[in-house]
């Protein structure tokens, strides 16, 4: 059994998408971003960084103390090796995942993070902002269009590198795409919404990234303002 702490962040949903996928037992424990529960001290032993998604698993496989991990791509990496799902065991293959996953945990989630930021729930309007990272996701979706041409998966068979990407690509509208336009990548996402443990996972959550939260000013402080030593 493992805790799950998350919200229906897309990287949140990362991990919920893992779990539903592998069939891993676990416990969702959902926080309040706007509210800063991130910043509770007992979240913040389980993840020094503040930030969701974030796992307590009881039973490690070394058989000791309950183990944390933080960061979303740490968590599925953890979780693969662990339950040996999702990723392949030779070594080219386990390469070729691997590298997509960390593309995405370093490329698509921060540029796509921010273009959706800006575009959506910054204070002001910015155009430049809006304009240089809204023109690097559509680089970084014509890489993930071309990657897929021939592919039924990013990295063959469906694996880790599928679930890091999905919920990155769900929000396209707010990140100023058009997901027609990527033929190849537009079918594999259609194959992803389409697979059972994707569904259960979004029943009823709503797109962050779809319409402007109205947050108020101590909200967007917690959000965006950040705390002394801690990440916002």
């Known amino acids: 059994m493992i805790d799950l702490y998350m919200s229906t962040t ?91 996953l960390f593309w995405q945990v370093g490329g698509l989630g921060p540029f796509a993070g921010q273009a959706g930021f800006f575009r959506v729930y910054a204070g002001e309007r910015v155009p430049f902002a809006i304009e240089r990272y809204t023109r690097e ?11 897929l041409e021939g592919r039924d998966y990013i990295a063959g068979a469906f694996s880790i590198a599928d679930i ?24 594999w996402f259609e194959r992803m919404r389409a697979r059972p443990a994707t569904q259960r996972v979004y029943d009823g959550v709503e797109d962050v990234y779809s319409v402007q939260k109205h947050f108020s000013a101590e909200e967007r402080a917690v959000l965006y303002g950040g705390k002394a030593g801690e990440a916002s």
Not at 137 to 147: A, M, N, S
Not at 166 to 185: C, D, K, M, R
């Open 137 to 147: 996701v559509t680089r970084l979706f014509g890489v993930l269009d071309k990657r």
């Open 10 to 100: 897309p990287n949140g949903l990362k991990a919920a998408l893992f779990v539903e996928e592998a069939g891993v037992a676990h416990r969702k424990i959902m926080l309040r971003l706007s509210k800063g529960e991130q910043f509770a001290p007992d979240f913040l032993a389980v993840s020094p960084n503040a930030k969701i998604p974030a796992i307590v698993d009881h039973a490690p496989a070394d058989g000791g103390a309950p183990l944390s991990v933080f960061e979303s791509g740490a968590i599925m990496l953890y979780l693969a090796e662990k339950h040996g799902v999702l990723l392949p065991a030779s070594v080219r293959e386990r390469t070729e995942v691997l590298q997509w």
């Open 164 to 187: 890091a990407c999905y919920p990155w690509t769900v929000s396209h509208e707010g990140f100023g795409q058009n997901i027609t336009a990527f033929p190849n990548l537009h079918v």
